[in-house]
């Protein structure tokens, strides 16, 4: 099962799934292509604070662009919500926060810098990997300026990156829901993805 498989994996491997073995090379498709692919809905939820216009209107932008293909909800936990001086104490009140809204069924993705490098194929195929695996929703998990704390990246099920630069939360959003839609027309065949 995919779940196990990659809690268990080295995290500077790329994404492979349950049934692939080798990574493929660039220009490869993805598995699921064409075939039936259960539609999780997605939440991302991301540490940070109030979001600029610019990025408000591309989230609203790529929200609408994915309603055909899944639902999606985008929830934003405070950063630093109790004005910590210690960076362990932020770390600590974010990631309560952030696991009050990750779901006992979820699938969780958590981003980091560390993670997992993945391309657009790659991330239709945890897409569809996520749909197969019997979970609720698929929670990808955007975190503040210090990162993730203990709890939030044992519950994962795969850790990734957008980028191996840091990526402010902000920007890793916009990446992020980009990219997802980009999974999504891969999955149904459609003209937006050109490798």
Known sequence: MVISFMANAHLNQPYVSASTTTTQEKGRTCRYAGQAVRALPI?????????????RLLVDE???KLKPYCSFEDSLVRSNPRNAQDVKAQVEDEEVAMMKLIGSDDWVVVLDERGRDIDSE??????????NSGASRISFCIGGAYGHGR??????????RLSSMVLNHQIALVVLMEQLYRAWTI?????????
């Open 62 to 64: 790529y929200r609408t």
């Open 122 to 131: 790659q991330m239709a195929d945890l897409l569809g990997d996520a749909g």
């Open 43 to 55: 939440r991302v939820i991301t540490v940070g604070k109030k979001r600029s216009e610019g990025v």
């Open 187 to 195: 999955l149904k065949g459609q003209n937006y993805h050109h490798c």
């Open 151 to 160: 709890e939030v990246r044992k519950r994962a099920n795969v850790t990734i």
